[in-house]
DNA sequence: CACTTTTTTAAACAAATGATTAAAAACTAA
DNA sequence: TTAGTTTTTAATCATTTGTTTAAAAAAGTG
């Protein structure tokens, strides 16, 4: 049973994801990716000509895999609001558990440089002229939900989601649970969120 | 009226702070931090011995900062559960509108070092034997919590509060919104988030 | 002042690191 | 097979970067 053969490309970009979400783009080391992906050094030069070039490839694949899947999810019209934060909560806790480090990655590369790949995926705009944001727009004149600035709930919906895996290291090393425990917590959340924020969304 | 100069190590400490905090520890680099601090850079060395060192010394000045303010909050016998949960939201959103990117210094500096400093401050370990948990643990009991895992109640709380500091480089960067207008919504957070807490420490 | 200690500076060092080169090896097509 | 192309390798280069050195300047001391 011939097992398919990775090609050195692959290998290179599969070394330079787990490398660069590891230390970011200043500690990463050109040495380590070859070394991981089993690769002469100068072969990464031969593909992707040089560090920050693979970096890029690698950021705009990372943003594409946490902005792509969100996008059909509110622009779903069939769905009301409230199953919208159920599909988008489950949807993010299912692709970080098995990703854990890219929000990490990603806040850290935004915050070095702001304007760099935003643009490129342009995501967040997209929500902002989703269908969903529409409905959330209209509930709001309707009453249903308090006036407040739809950003907190922006912050609150993602922040819930998303935070437990920036603070995992922390929380890890602080309580000593264990990633099992863990990971059952984050499943838990899955239910959990879409009542809290529910709840948050009747306060004025 | 004489300016009192500031001593050359404090400069040094305060361009430190700066640099790592932007950079962190590999993005850092001790010619800038000299630059920075108007100095030549052997005296870097002179008065810290290393990068490494001075690394440390700003970080765990960093941990003192973030950790050291809210143990007496937690532990105040004299507050209920909910006039600390004030106390403290209020607490950091002060503390972190003047230093807005400690909470992603401290998190990357625990992902690359999760044991490192965490022992030295050992401020998590405090907040489990606190006056404030004891209340919590009470409350669960009496029913008056649901009893759901307390770590969802922390994460909750904190990620609330530190979320938005984490993420205003990439809300800023996608919503264009100005500083002045993130800090009136930071402050609003002060009332909500006490009021969405306690909204959620109904669901069960 | 004379002397010692502390602080500061310019220069250099050594190691690390991203990138390149030139040749070898593997592969492809006629 | 053979000639040409692509891929891989070992070696080297050039720069960056943390650190050290030795001397000068400044500050402190009796």
New binding site residues.
């Given amino acids: 049973m011939a097992v398919k053969e990775k ?3 692959q290998k290179i970009k599969d070394a330079a994801r787990t490398i660069f979400q590891e230390k970011g783009f ?1 500690g ?5 990716i070859a070394e991981k992906a089993g ?9 992707f ?6 970096y890029d490839i690698i950021m705009t694949e990372t943003m594409q895999t946490f902005f792509g899947g969100v996008i059909k999810i509110l622009n779903d019209e069939q769905t009301s609001i409230e199953e919208k934060i159920e599909a988008f909560v489950t949807h993010y806790i299912d692709l970080l558990s098995g990703n854990a480090n890219i929000p990490h990655f990603i806040l850290s590369n935004v915050r070095e440089d702001p304007e760099g790949y935003l643009e490129k995926i342009g995501a967040l705009q997209k929500a902002k002229h989703s269908f969903f944001f529409q409905q959330f727009i209209q509930a709001s004149m309707e009453g249903k939900i308090p006036p407040i600035n739809p950003i907190h709930f922006i912050l609150n919906l993602i922040g819930l989601v998303v935070f437990p895996f920036l603070a995992k290291p922390m929380i890890a090393a602080s309580t000593g649970i264990s990633d099992q425990q863990y990971a059952d917590m984050l499943e838990e959340r899955k239910r959990l969120i879409p009542l809290w924020v529910n709840e948050m969304l009747k306060v004025k």
């Fill in positions: 090609d050195t490309e200043a990463a080391r050109t040495r380590d690769i002469n050094l100068a072969l990464l030069n031969y593909y000509r040089s560090k920050q070039k693979l």
